[in-house]
């Protein structure tokens, strides 16, 4: 299973867009790219999935170079709501294996 | 529909008790899969339950197992407790093993 990379945290102001990149180096090829984003003590909400070249949903972007060994969520104008933990998965859809890897995310702390 | 619905909330429990957490998915849902989040380890898989059956299992000690009802309700129970196993348990939902699931609030577990 392949295992992700992520900034640890970062900072925004309100307005601006957000890019948070993920490394998966090791992804195989039936891996899929999952996004999740996490509030205090409430389970993780699904933000957007792919698995090659760009997808966008009315909540982000998600960007997939051709080799597939990283991922950039990008979230545009951010507000003081998007102030949360975002989470990359990584894995294998036909298994259920790309449930099994949470990292440890990316704390987005965005300021007014 | 209603989300996936976890009881209790909040429990506190004795060291070297059991305990038993239920996990209530969404209509239709079939597959239901279990999580331990702790400020240390972050987001861990336990296991994902479809039509009754274990698919998938992560790396924690026997201690910690699960069922599936034939209603895809599912129950984790945790024997012999240990200080370490305070955290808050996340059951998700999704309608097959190879689709994006969605979350419960969870249960927070307190050993004392």
């Known amino acids: 299973l392949a295992k992700t990379t992520q900034p640890i945290s970062m900072d925004s102001y309100e307005g601006q867009e957000v890019n948070i990149t993920c490394s998966h180096n090791?992804?195989?090829?039936?891996?899929?790219i999952t996004w999740y984003q996490q509030f205090p003590s409430q389970g993780p909400r699904f933000i957007i999935q792919?698995?090659?070249t760009k997808v966008t949903n009315e909540v982000a972007s998600l960007f997939i170079p051709a080799d597939r060994k990283s991922s950039t969520l990008s979230l545009p104008r951010v507000s003081l709501s998007d102030t949360a933990v975002y989470y990359c998965?990584?894995?294998?859809?036909?298994?259920?294996?790309?449930?099994?890897?949470f990292g440890a995310g990316t704390r987005l702390f965005v300021k007014a | 529909k209603a989300g996936v619905t976890q009881t209790p909330r909040y429990l506190i429990k004795t060291r070297g008790q059991q305990v038993t957490l239920s996990c209530s998915p969404i209509?239709?849902?079939?597959?239901v899969s279990w999580y331990q989040q702790t400020p240390g380890q972050g987001l861990q898989f336990l296991f994902e339950?479809?039509?009754?059956?274990?698919?998938n299992k992560g790396n924690f000690p026997g201690r910690f197992s699960g069922r599936q009802f034939s209603n895809s309700r599912s129950e984790m129970n945790v024997s012999t407790l240990e200080l370490g196993d305070s955290a808050l348990y996340l059951c998700?939902?999704?309608?097959?093993?190879?689709?994006?699931?969605?979350f419960g609030s969870g249960t927070r577990l307190t050993v004392v």
């Open positions: 998700a939902s999704s309608f097959s093993i190879n689709y994006g699931y969605t």
């Open positions: 090791n992804i195989a090829t039936n891996d899929y």
């Open positions: 792919g698995y090659k």
């Open positions: 998965l990584v894995g294998d859809m036909n298994t259920g294996g790309f449930k099994t890897i």
């Open positions: 209509s239709g849902h079939r597959s």
């Open positions: 339950y479809f039509s009754e059956t274990q698919r």
